[in-house]
Structures are given as C-alpha cells and as structure tokens.
C-alpha cells in the first residue's frame, strides 16, 4: 500500500511557476507508476502526467505538453511536477496517484495509464490558481 501527500500548490500569476511534490509513504514505491490529474472548478478529472517506474518513461497531456515536467526520486519516495508558463486554464486541484505494476512472466512491469479508474491510490489534492 502506498500513501501520498500533495504540496506546492497555491496562487501564482499567468506566465509564472510552481513546483508540484508527492511525497509518498508505503512499500514498493518504486515499482508505481505516478500520474499527475487535475480537476478543474466544475469539471472532470483530468490526466496531467504520469512517469514510470525508473523515471525512464513519461508521458504528457497535449495541453501540458512542453511547460510541465515530471520527475521522480525513489530514494526520497518523491515525483515532482514542475509547472512553467502557467496559464489560467491551468488552474484546478492538482492530485498525484499511484497505479499498481502488474505481473507478467514472472516480471512486475508498469502499464502507463491516463484513466483514473486504473489507479489504486490517491493523494488529497493541492488547489493551484493562476490569475490571468
């Protein structure tokens, strides 16, 4: 089981920055893959980002695409989402989450995921808010 605590969020200007931490707890962290989804005020959640087990592999909304980067330390149990250019579209609740490796040929591997449903667990949230 893992848990996973959101921080960094917070107002910031539109052209600004912010630098999104999950910290996790648990086991086997580093055998997760890490998404990064948001929930704009109204809206569905959303995948932002998402990172495999080794850091080796990522994967990018189109609208993130190039402003936002993903990173992970699993010494530190930590994946950072460093957020630039921020516009006021970007603004939502900002959740990381863990989906489980799966087991194939006697090999855990990650299956990279954008839908929700597929991840097995979920930090609070963090509010960002970019003011135009």
């Known amino acids: 089981q893992v848990q996973l605590v959101e921080s960094g969020g917070g107002l910031v200007q539109a052209g600004g920055s912010l630098r999104l931490s999950c910290a996790a707890s648990?086991?086997?962290?580093?055998?997760?893959?890490i998404g990064w989804f948001r929930q704009p005020p109204g809206k569905e959640r959303e995948f932002v980002a998402g990172?495999?087990?080794?850091?080796?592999?990522?994967d990018y909304a189109n609208s993130v695409k190039v402003r936002f980067t993903i990173s992970r330390d699993n010494a530190k149990k930590m994946v950072v989402l460093q957020m630039n250019s921020l516009r006021p579209e970007d603004t939502a609740v900002y959740y990381c989450?863990?989906?489980?490796?799966?087991?194939?040929?006697?090999?855990?591997?990650?299956?990279?995921?954008?839908?929700?449903?597929?991840?097995?667990?979920w930090g609070q949230g963090t509010q960002v808010t970019v003011s135009s």
């Open positions: 648990g086991r086997n962290f580093n055998t997760y893959y």
């Open positions: 989450a863990a989906e489980a490796p799966y087991l194939g040929g006697g090999y855990l591997y990650n299956e990279p995921s954008r839908g929700p449903s597929n991840y097995d667990y």
């Open positions: 990172i495999n087990w080794s850091g080796g592999t990522t």
